[in-house]
């Protein structure tokens, strides 16, 4: 899909004043910039509809009774790469999926309710899939910075 809307700064300024706050209004942001509200929420319109943003809720982890940051290396085998990071993308821990060139040919990102929980999914889930010959789990142990902001990865279309 080749898309004809471009952004501009005022695009860029409107993006970067609702990552920091999603909730911020229309008035508030005009307000800032400079702009009629209207103005404003037209452009948080169009950058809606063209997938240049999307509000979300994102999960604070901290409410989670053990929560444990998992990354999850998977080796498949070369011709059913796409098909295993579809189906990890089905498992209900597992928040992000990405095909690698390197070490991994899939890594899987997700949040756990504590050791047995990643285990699970690792060893009884995706290392079952048809496909994959390895599955390698690296545990965060602390974490010092974690922006949630960047996590949320979407392709277009979805």
Partial sequence: MIRDYKIDEL???IIEMLSGDARLSNRKIA???GFTEGTIRSRVKRLEEENFIRFTA????????RPQLAF???????????KVAEQVGGIREINAV????????????GHFEGLSE???VASNQILDLGGVRHVETTVAVDTIKYNNRLAKIVVAGT
């Fill in 31 to 33: 307000t800032e910039l």
């Fill in 98 to 109: 990405i095909i690698l060139l390197g070490r991994f040919d899939i890594l899987a990102i």
């Fill in 58 to 65: 994102i999960t604070n982890v901290a409410h989670l009774d």
């Fill in 72 to 82: 999850i290396g998977i080796h498949a085998e070369q011709e059913h790469i796409r």
């Fill in 118 to 120: 990643v285990h699970r």
């Fill in 11 to 13: 695009d860029s300024q």
